[in-house]
């Protein structure tokens, strides 16, 4: 299974660009970075994912190196409502079937 | 209905008790995941089901016991657990157990084991 190494936290003015980094130098030819946050006491909620093009929803952006080694997470413009742990994850795969593994993630703190 | 419904919201347990916590998605999805999460700690994941059929299981003990009655409903049926079982279950579904979409999680079931 590929690993992702992320930053434990991370602060950002609310209003601004949040850009969450994401190592995963393991990852394969066909493996996706997908993008969970988890606001307090919630489930996890998806975000985006991506294989090797950037993407970009009404969320987020997914910014992907050419190498694939690493990732960004962008939140244009964010809020206080955006204050979460972010989870970069590599999916898995195990006899055929879709593993979502989570690492340790960054807790995101915005301040007004 | 886009959502992962996941029933009690809370429930406090004694040892000895059997109790099961339920979750129900209407969305088609035909995979389901249980997840345990402990406090300040990420999800972990503990069993998945595709096609109402049990793939994975990442050894979870046997006090857990989970199964899935039809495509849209999910258990997890509990026997003597022990207080270190107290957490935070969370389910989740896709739309396949082997697809390239993300999955929905419901807001779990707080469990506290007495």
């Known amino acids: 299974d590929a690993k992702t190494t992320q930053p434990p936290s991370m602060d950002c003015a609310e209003g601004r660009a949040a850009n969450l980094p994401c190592n995963h130098s393991?990852?394969?030819?066909?493996?996706?970075v997908y993008w969970y946050r988890q606001i307090h006491s919630q489930g996890p909620q998806y975000i985006i994912h991506g294989l090797k093009n950037n993407e970009t929803n009404e969320m987020a952006s997914l910014i992907i190196t050419e190498d694939r080694k690493s990732s960004t997470l962008i939140l244009p413009h964010a809020t206080l409502r955006d204050t979460a742990v972010y989870y970069c994850i590599v999916r898995a795969y195990s006899g055929g079937y879709n593993k979502l593994i989570f690492g340790a993630g960054t807790r995101l703190a915005v301040h007004p | 209905d886009t959502e992962v419904t996941q029933t009690p919201k809370h429930l406090v347990m004694g040892m000895t008790n059997k109790k099961s916590l339920k979750c129900e998605q209407h969305?088609?999805?035909?995979?389901m995941y249980w997840y345990k999460q402990k406090a300040k700690k990420p999800p972990e994941l503990m069993f998945v089901y595709s096609y109402e059929k049990l793939s994975i299981n990442e050894s979870v003990p046997s006090r857990f016991s989970p199964e899935c009655p039809n495509s849209s409903l999910l258990n997890l049926h509990l026997h003597a657990l022990q207080p270190e079982d107290s957490a935070l279950y969370l389910c989740?579904?896709?739309?396949?157990?082997?697809?390239?979409?993300?999955?929905?999680f419901g807001s779990g079931t707080r469990l506290t084991v007495v």
């Open positions: 393991t990852i394969s030819g066909n493996e996706y």
């Open positions: 989740a579904s896709s739309r396949g157990g082997g697809d390239y979409y993300g999955y929905t």
């Open positions: 969305m088609g999805h035909r995979a």
